[in-house]
């Protein structure tokens, strides 16, 4: 059946594919794919269907066939997955799964290729501004709930791993561009094979855009028109590189042996900003950017290195070792806060709600442009505009081994699984603030800091897990019993001023926690027929909070329960949820807001978090054998929330909030359809998505808040021209919908308007 998309349930606690497997390939001589089935957390989609628990798998097929590069375009297809937009392109991702705060991931377990290589400190800073590009990725898959006893340290929403482009069995490659809007560009490009033992593999892939934005600046608006005079940018470049090598024994030998070396490098370049709009100047021109944000811009670089080893002693028994490391760089310089004229300074976030409060600094980020907010504004002489450089630099490194076994024992078939995973990753950050004038609506440097100057500290983070899990099966029943360990110890250490020495380290600032936790669970299935089946699962939830000792960690008890069909046209599934917080926690970064202290953490004790999620599959064309293919696919989720007691004032978007309060920023319903017509040299496919209004903070005083309810239609077709050579289009937001899709960090915040993207594959 062709599809759309293969989310299929998965085991509660989790899918252990290494004993069945490893057997498998043995019998078949298949070792070729052994690598790949290892580091894949749900088994692939064919081997999913039939075990307990939530899990998706989106093949590169699947990413294809829209034309997809933005994670949250690609994650809104599966149910029980919420994204928060910020910039329009998807290059900040703020992924939740099953109502967990979504700011920047960091409340969900991101993985590439099975590793925690997608994060640059997924224990010490998990709230980063890296994320892999999803648009050079083979596979991404997402398991929900019950994930936790394999995929830690995050257990409450649920993991997130996106596998890498795999070595081809035989030298073969791609070479596919686009170009779009905005003057976008897409390149995505490798090759690779395998020489008798050895194999190989080079890939390419490049994205970027002049952006959709228009910023308040003397280059810019009607001057624009004038010789030498560009229109300033305000969209990205990126560039990736990845380069594998791998050895691998006779596959007939006694012990079956692979070796993989991989290297990626992500260099981006953003020219964004946490500046948005007021309402008024939202209405008027939703893609207007201030002039106090005309320097904002970050940049990042990643370096990945990872050497796997698998070898399998036994036709039952297989054992995988990872070696890992990553090295990340990044500094988003962006207005931090204004001072109009009194001497005070007023972050951005509070400026924009309450405007009428701060005209003087509001005056000073409109740089003396027209705002429908008040044309009459002026600048004081005296008025300056903090320019922060969060400059900060992340590594992470461990080794992971996992074990897989397949036994029989007391009449039931056995698949174990033991894992280990020691870890340690460190944020260090230097940053400085930078001083400006407002002259003539361009800014001008006043006084420059040191590095170090404004915040000068480092976060580390050392952490032992452990967890073992059985796949149980005896006739229609598969019971899935685990538990897992973690060991962390944080540590902060925080100086006053430039400089690292003991005179002037801050004790008050400096602290450190230790977290030693169990993580059981347990997952089960009944197969009814060979189309019903019934599923289930409960297990803990466990997230850590950071150095700080007073910190409460996050806790929870989780469930979910549903049922599944499927026959030779249609597969179908409904899986409810209840995540039952005894704490629920929200860190105070710069994006979320209203920040008085960096990092300032939020217990916000207990919280009900409650839904359905749905997807129905059916090939239209097959089951009525009609000569074309109409695949059609219904994804929805309901998710609602409560808070079980009031909320005293505090410096995120939970601040104020009441009980019988719902969470922020997670939509109550989301919908999306796809449908699609073709045959074996063209297709076209049609994805709607609906995403139900939401308030943007808990606090009731900014209920005008909202992130507005909107439809977004996407169109995609291609073309095989030749055998080989194929023409690809897409429209994304095919009805160049308005809406506001967040208001935070600063202000409304646009998604993006109608986008035209057209070009070419070549395979060989």
């Known amino acids: 059946m062709s599809q759309t998309v293969r989310p299929w349930g998965v085991a509660a606690a989790a899918v252990l594919a290494g004993g069945a497997l490893s057997a498998a390939h043995a019998e078949s001589g298949d070792a070729e794919t052994r690598l790949l089935d290892r580091i894949m957390i749900t088994g692939g989609p064919d081997r999913v269907q039939d075990t307990a628990g939530s899990a998706q798998v989106l093949s590169r097929e699947d990413i294809d066939r829209q034309g997809y590069t933005d994670p949250h375009r690609i994650l809104r297809q599966i149910p029980g997955v919420n994204v928060a937009e910020e910039e329009g392109y998807g290059q900040f991702p703020h992924i939740s799964m099953r109502g967990v705060n979504p700011e920047r991931n960091a409340r969900i377990t991101v993985m590439e290729d099975g590793v925690l290589t997608a994060s640059p400190a997924p224990y010490a800073a998990p709230a980063a501004y890296y994320f892999p590009p999803m648009g050079r990725m083979d596979n991404v898959e997402v398991r929900k709930g019950s994930s936790a006893i394999k995929h830690g340290p995050y257990t409450v929403g649920g993991a997130l791993n996106m596998t890498s482009t795999p070595i081809p069995q035989e030298r073969s490659g791609k070479v596919e561009g686009r170009l779009g809007s905005d003057n976008g560009r897409r390149a995505h490009a490798h090759i690779g094979g395998r020489e008798g033992q050895f194999g190989w593999l080079l890939e390419s892939y490049t994205e970027q855009s002049d952006g959709f934005k228009e910023l308040d600046h003397p280059l810019s608006g009607d001057q624009s028109n004038k010789p030498n005079n560009p229109v300033p940018n305000t969209g990205f470049d990126r560039n990736n590189f990845v380069a594998k090598g791998m050895w691998a024994s006779d596959p007939t030998a006694e012990v079956y042996q692979e070796v993989e070396f991989k290297y990626a490098r992500d260099r981006r370049t953003v020219h964004d900003t946490y500046l948005g709009l007021l309402p008024d100047d939202f209405d008027d021109n939703p893609h207007r950017r201030y002039a106090g944000s005309q320097l904002d811009e970050i940049n990042t670089e990643n370096d990945l290195y990872q050497v796997r080893?698998?070898?399998?002693?036994?036709?039952?028994?297989?054992?995988?070792?990872?070696?890992?490391?990553?090295?990340?760089?990044?500094?988003?310089?962006?207005?931090?806060?204004?001072?109009?004229?009194?001497?005070?300074?007023?972050?951005?976030?509070?400026?924009?709600?309450?405007?009428?409060?701060?005209?003087?600094?509001?005056?000073?980020?409109?740089?003396?442009?027209?705002?429908?907010?008040?044309?009459?504004?002026?600048?004081?002489?005296?008025?300056?505009?903090?320019?922060?450089?969060?400059?900060?630099?992340?590594?992470?490194?461990?080794?992971?081994?996992?074990?897989?076994?397949?036994?029989?024992?007391?009449?039931?078939?056995h698949d174990m699984e033991v894992g280990f995973r020691y870890h340690e990753d460190e944020e260090d950050r230097e940053q400085w603030q930078d001083s400006f004038e407002m002259q003539n609506g361009m800014m001008v440097l006043d006084e420059h800091e040191e590095p170090g100057e404004t915040t000068n500290r480092v976060t580390s983070a050392e952490a032992y897990a452990f967890h073992v899990?059985?796949?149980?099966?005896?006739?229609?029943?598969?019971?899935?019993?685990?538990?897992?360990?973690?060991?962390?110890?944080?540590?902060?250490?925080?100086?006053?001023?430039?400089?690292?020495?003991?005179?002037?380290?801050?004790?008050?600032?400096?602290?450190?926690?230790?977290?030693?936790?169990?993580?059981?669970?347990?997952?089960?299935?009944?197969?009814?027929?060979?189309?019903?089946?019934?599923?289930?699962?409960?297990?803990?939830?466990?997230?850590?909070?950071?150095?700080?000792?007073?910190?409460?960690?996050?806790?929870?008890?989780?469930?979910?329960?549903?049922?599944?069909?499927?026959?030779?046209?249609?597969?179908?599934?409904?899986?409810?949820?209840?995540?039952?917080?005894?704490?629920?926690?929200?860190?105070?970064?710069?994006?979320?807001?209203?920040?008085?202290?960096?990092?300032?953490?939020?217990?916000?004790?207990?919280?009900?978090?409650?839904?359905?999620?749905?997807?129905?599959?059916?090939?239209?064309?097959?089951?009525?054998?009609?000569?074309?293919?109409?695949?059609?696919?219904?994804?929805?989720?309901?998710?609602?929330?409560?808070?079980?007691?009031?909320?005293?004032?505090?410096?995120?978007?939970?601040?104020?909030?009441?009980?019988?309060?719902?969470?922020?920023?997670?939509?109550?319903?989301?919908?999306?359809?796809?449908?699609?017509?073709?045959?074996?040299?063209?297709?076209?496919?049609?994805?709607?998505?609906?995403?139900?209004?939401?308030?943007?903070?808990?606090?009731?005083?900014?209920?005008?808040?909202?992130?507005?309810?909107?439809?977004?239609?996407?169109?995609?077709?291609?073309?095989?021209?030749?055998?080989?050579?194929?023409?690809?289009?897409?429209?994304?937001?095919?009805?160049?919908?308005?809406?506001?899709?967040?208001?935070?960090?600063a202000g409304a915040r646009p998604g993006a308007p109608r986008t035209y993207w057209a070009g070419m594959r070549v395979d060989f």
């Open 469 to 745: 899990q059985n796949t149980m099966e005896r006739g229609s029943w598969t019971l899935v019993p685990g538990v897992r360990y973690e060991n962390i110890d944080v540590d902060r250490k925080q100086w006053d001023g430039p400089g690292r020495t003991t005179a002037n380290l801050d004790a008050d600032g400096s602290y450190s926690n230790t977290y030693r936790v169990w993580v059981p669970g347990m997952g089960a299935t009944y197969a009814i027929d060979d189309q019903w089946s019934v599923l289930g699962g409960v297990h803990r939830g466990f997230a850590p909070s950071g150095a700080d000792p007073q910190a409460d960690e996050e806790r929870s008890v989780n469930y979910e329960a549903g049922f599944r069909f499927s026959d030779m046209y249609t597969q179908a599934e409904v899986i409810g949820f209840f995540n039952d917080y005894s704490n629920i926690n929200y860190e105070c970064t710069n994006v979320g807001g209203a920040c008085q202290t960096d990092d300032e953490l939020v217990s916000a004790g207990e919280v009900h978090v409650w839904g359905l999620e749905a997807l129905w599959m059916h090939d239209l064309g097959q089951s009525q054998d009609l000569p074309v293919q109409l695949p059609v696919s219904v994804s929805y989720t309901f998710t609602d929330s409560e808070f079980r007691q009031d909320i005293d004032d505090g410096p995120n978007q939970l601040a104020n909030a009441r009980k019988g309060d719902r969470l922020p920023e997670i939509p109550e319903h989301q919908l999306n359809l796809s449908a699609g017509v073709g045959q074996a040299d063209w297709r076209v496919n049609l994805n709607a998505n609906y995403v139900s209004e939401t308030r943007a903070l808990a606090d009731r005083d900014y209920d005008d808040l909202k992130i507005d309810s909107r439809w977004l239609f996407d169109l995609s077709a291609h073309y095989q021209l030749m055998d080989n050579v194929r023409l690809l289009g897409s429209i994304e937001n095919l009805t160049d919908e308005t809406y506001v899709a967040h208001h935070r960090p």
């Open 309 to 413: 080893h698998y070898f399998q002693p036994t036709v039952d028994t297989d054992v995988t070792t990872t070696l890992y490391r990553t090295d990340t760089v990044r500094n988003w310089y962006k207005l931090h806060e204004v001072d109009g004229g009194s001497g005070d300074f007023t972050g951005i976030s509070d400026i924009l709600r309450d405007p009428g409060d701060h005209e003087d600094e509001l005056a000073w980020i409109l740089g003396g442009f027209d705002t429908a907010y008040d044309a009459g504004l002026s600048i004081d002489d005296d008025a300056r505009g903090n320019v922060r450089a969060n400059n900060r630099e992340y590594y992470a490194q461990g080794i992971q081994v996992q074990a897989g076994h397949l036994f029989q024992a007391f009449g039931w078939d």
